[in-house]
C-alpha cells in the first residue's frame, strides 16, 4: 500500500458543486483520493508533498491529438488545410516507420507530462508504439490505429485486421492505463461499407470509435450530394454513434445532426488552435452544449496546433468563444477545465477521473503559483484559464504514482528522447523533400 501525503494546496476539485479548498490536504492511497480537506494528523504517509503556494488539480484529458505528429511540428506552416494535408503533412507520412512513431510519441509524452495532462486520444498508426510509450510513461491513454478502407496496400501499416488485432492485444493494458478502440479516418475518406464493418465490429467486440467528422462546409455538401445525408445522420444510420464515440471537431452541424449527437450521447472533442491555425470556420461549442451535448477538449496533432499544452487549448477555447460570439458571458472558465479534464477523461472511459473527489483515481496535478502572472489569487479558476502556463506545472501524478516531481520527469528518459526525435524528424522530412526534387525534376 502506497500513500502520498499532498499538504498545504488550494484545490480545485472540479466536483459537482465546484468546490474549491484553500490550504487543504490531500491523502492519496493505492492510486485512489482516500481523503480530501482535513487528513488525521496520525495518517500513515510514504511520501510528504508539501506544496504551500500551489493549487492542486485534476490533470487534463486531451480528447483528440495524434502524438507522433510531433515530428512535424514546424513543417508545415502558413498553409490552407488541404495544401497542409497533400503537399506536407501525406508527404511526410509516407515516410513514417514505426520506429519513428516510437521517438515522435515519446516527445509527446514529455511534453504532455510536462504541461499537466494525464490523459491522452490517440488516432494514428503503428500504434503498438504508441501503446508502449504509454505504458513506460505511466500515462493513461485510449488508443487507435487509423484506418481509411481504401484497400489493404494504402493502410499505413496495417489493414483492418490489423488494427483489430491491435486493439484487442492492447485493450486494458498497463493496469488498465490503456484503452483501445476502433478508427476509421472520417466519413469523407472512408467508404460507407467499410463503416458498417467497424460498425458491426465495434458492436461484437464492445469497442468504441474515435473518427474525425464534419470539418468543413465541403464535405458536408459533399456528403448530402454523395448519401443524400449529412455525415453525423450518415454515422448514426450506420451504427457508428451507438457505442462510446468521440467525434472530433463538429464544426458543420444543423439542428438534427445536434440532436442526434446529444440523443446518441457522442463525445465532440474540440481542437480550437488547430482552426484558427489553418482558418476553418466553426460553430459555436456552446450551441453544441446548449443542445446537451458534451464537448471535450484536445490539442490535435502537434503539426497543426503546434504544442500539446492542454492549458494554452482552455484558454484559446474561451477566447475564440467569446469572440466569436460577442459575449464575455459566454464558456466560463468553470466549464472550459471540465471540458478538458471530466469530459475528456468520459470520452476515453476514464469515469472515474476529472474531479477530485473521495474515491476518484488520483489522477492530479500540482501548478507553482509563486510567479508574477499568477499572482494575486483572487480567483483561481481565472488564473487557470487565462493565465496559467503548462510550464507551470510543478507535480504530475497518475493512479498515485508521481510521473514529474519538480520539474523532473521520473518515467522517461528525456534527454535521449530529445536527441532521437530530432534525428528522426530531420531523416523523414529530408527523405521526402529529396522525393518531391526528384518527381519535379
Ligand atoms: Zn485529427
Not at 502506497?2 to 459537482?16: E, G, Y
Amino acid at each position: 500500500m502506497s500513500t502520498i501525503w499532498i499538504r498545504h494546496a488550494d484545490v480545485v476539485t472540479l466536483d459537482a458543486s465546484g468546490t474549491i479548498l484553500r490550504d487543504a490536504d490531500l491523502l492519496v492511497v493505492d492510486g485512489r483520493i482516500a481523503c480530501i480537506g482535513n487528513v488525521p494528523e496520525d495518517a500513515p504517509a510514504d511520501e510528504i508533498l508539501d506544496v504551500r503556494g500551489g493549487v492542486v488539480m485534476p490533470g487534463f484529458f486531451n480528447a483528440h491529438c495524434h502524438a507522433p505528429m510531433t515530428l512535424e511540428r514546424g513543417w508545415a506552416e502558413d498553409l490552407p488545410f488541404p495544401r497542409w494535408l497533400n503537399e506536407k503533412i501525406w508527404v511526410a507520412e509516407s515516410a513514417l516507420t514505426a520506429e519513428d512513431v516510437y521517438w515522435g510519441a515519446a516527445l509527446a509524452a514529455c511534453e504532455m507530462i510536462r504541461s499537466g495532462t494525464v490523459g491522452f486520444n490517440d488516432h494514428y498508426f503503428y500504434m503498438d508504439r504508441v501503446a508502449e510509450v504509454v505504458e513506460q510513461s505511466g500515462l493513461k491513454a485510449q488508443l487507435t490505429w487509423c484506418v481509411f478502407g481504401v484497400g489493404e496496400d494504402k493502410e499505413v501499416g496495417a489493414g483492418l485486421d490489423g488494427a483489430l488485432s491491435f486493439a484487442e492485444r492492447w485493450q486494458g493494458a498497463a493496469d488498465g492505463r490503456i484503452h483501445t478502440c476502433l478508427g476509421p479516418h472520417s466519413p469523407y475518406l472512408c467508404p460507407p461499407d467499410f463503416l458498417a464493418r467497424i460498425s458491426e465490429l465495434a458492436h461484437a467486440r464492445d469497442l468504441a470509435v474515435h473518427l474525425h467528422v464534419a470539418e468543413s462546409r465541403e464535405q458536408v455538401e459533399n456528403s448530402l450530394a454523395r448519401h443524400g445525408k449529412s455525415p453525423v445522420v450518415q454515422l448514426a444510420d450506420l451504427g457508428l454513434f451507438d457505442g462510446r464515440t468521440v467525434a472530433a471537431h463538429c464544426l458543420v452541424l444543423d439542428e438534427r445532426d445536434l440532436e442526434i449527437l446529444a440523443e446518441k450521447r457522442v463525445f465532440v472533442a474540440r481542437t480550437p488552435i488547430t482552426y484558427m491555425k489553418l482558418a476553418m470556420p466553426v460553430n459555436f461549442v456552446t450551441d453544441l452544449r446548449a443542445a446537451g451535448i458534451a464537448v471535450a477538449l484536445g490539442t490535435d496533432g502537434p503539426a497543426s496546433n503546434a504544442d500539446m499544452d492542454m492549458l494554452a487549448v482552455i484558454r484559446q477555447s474561451v477566447l475564440l468563444e467569446k469572440y466569436l460570439r460577442l459575449d464575455p458571458e459566454s464558456l466560463p472558465g468553470d466549464t472550459t477545465l471540465r471540458m478538458a479534464t471530466q469530459h475528456g477523461a468520459a470520452a476515453m472511459g476514464f469515469a472515474e477521473s476529472g474531479a477530485l473527489v473521495e474515491g476518484a483515481a488520483a489522477d492530479l496535478i500540482v501548478l507553482d503559483f509563486d510567479r508574477p502572472h499568477l499572482r494575486p489569487r483572487h480567483d483561481l479558476i481565472a488564473n487557470l484559464v487565462h493565465s496559467a502556463k503548462g510550464a507551470d506545472v510543478r507535480h504530475v501524478m497518475v493512479n498515485g504514482r508521481l510521473l514529474m516531481r519538480d520539474r523532473v520527469l521520473l518515467t522517461l528518459d528525456e534527454e535521449r528522447i530529445l536527441y532521437e526525435a530530432e534525428q528522426r524528424a530531420l531523416r523523414m522530412v529530408n527523405q521526402n523533400m529529396s522525393q518531391v526534387r526528384e518527381y519535379r525534376a
